[in-house]
């Protein structure tokens, strides 16, 4: 595995490989890999020939009172993780590569952008569509891997995809768990050992939502208020952020589960925000 660190190079061998005929899938991250990351990367490793991964804590996507300094990184663990899981090249750009002093280009949903998340991370979309368009021109990847649980963020990056006409192929995985149920994530780092002790209670509030779904429960606010109750005394040292029922695709809050629906919530604990989030039919 090679690691690059400038875009010139990234592009420059992107544009190579696809002289020789050979077809790119490009894993987008922030580090500090998990087996989430891993699965991302061994999927990749199915769809192409050669596998990109980025590694890059992206600035623009973290609001000012935000985790971006304190956010976890350990460049040389990832880059052993990576190149077992089969990347043949990792970029790892320092900020300044790719937002010149006078960058002044975003890209935006604003609609979808602005919804769950967005309501309390008001630029955080508008920084992840940025980056992973510079991501998408610099490699001409075929394909872009992204897990399931950033949700709204693999439906935004699908939107934006198709409006635009980009010519990659976006491929969602699914959320890979600890044994009790919590979506790994970087940010676990920052609980502590009680809340540790409770946030698999995120995941079993949302799969009992799902379980009320396959017992017939049709309706938004009984499901969400049965899972509020079970959290009021499961999630004592959680804070809810939100807790929607949306339409999976579009994410429009619903009332009645008639369209594919997932539920997602962030939660914060402590010094991480959590979120999670599952298909309920
Ligand atoms: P991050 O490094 O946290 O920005 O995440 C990079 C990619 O890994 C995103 O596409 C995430 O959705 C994905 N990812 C993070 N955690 C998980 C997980 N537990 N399961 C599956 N994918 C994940």
Not at 72 to 81: N, Q, S
Not at 138 to 160: E, H, P
Not at 204 to 223: C, F, I, M
Request: net charge neutral; hydrophobic share 40%; aromatic share 8%.
């Amino acid at each position: 595995m090679q690691t690059i660190n400038t875009a010139k190079s990234l592009s420059e061998q992107c544009r190579q490989w696809h002289k020789e005929g050979l077809t790119i899938a490009l894993v987008p991250t922030m580090g500090y890999y998990h087996a989430g990351h891993a699965s991302l990367m061994d999927k990749a490793r199915t769809l192409a020939d050669k596998v990109v991964v980025s590694l890059f804590v992206n600035p623009t996507q973290f609001g000012p009172n935000e985790d971006y300094a304190s956010y976890p990184r350990d460049i040389d663990r990832d880059t052993k993780i990576a190149a077992e899981h089969g990347a043949d090249l990792l970029f790892a750009p320092e900020p300044s590569e790719l937002y010149a002093p006078n960058a002044s280009t975003w890209v935006e949903v604003p609609e979808m952008g602005s919804l769950l998340c967005g309501v309390t991370r008001p630029i955080h979309f508008r920084g992840v569509c940025t980056v992973c368009t510079k991501l998408f021109m610099l490699t001409q990847a075929d394909y872009a891997v992204f897990g399931n649980k950033d949700w709204q963020q693999q439906a935004i990056l699908r939107r934006m995809v198709r409006d635009l006409f980009y010519p990659v192929q976006i491929v969602g995985v699914p959320i890979v768990r600890a044994e009790d149920g919590l979506a790994l994530s970087s940010r676990n780092v920052y609980l502590t050992e009680e809340e540790r002790r409770q946030a698999p209670e995120i995941f079993r509030g949302l799969d009992y939502a799902r379980q009320l779904v396959s017992q017939g429960e049709t309706k938004a606010s009984v499901l969400r208020d049965a899972v509020l109750r079970r959290w009021a005394a499961k999630l004592p040292l959680g804070r809810l952020d939100y807790l929607q029922v949306i339409d999976s695709e579009n994410l429009t809050q619903l009332d009645q589960i008639t369209v594919p629906a997932s539920m997602a919530c962030a939660v914060q604990m402590g010094k991480a925000r959590l979120i999670d989030n599952i298909r309920l039919n």
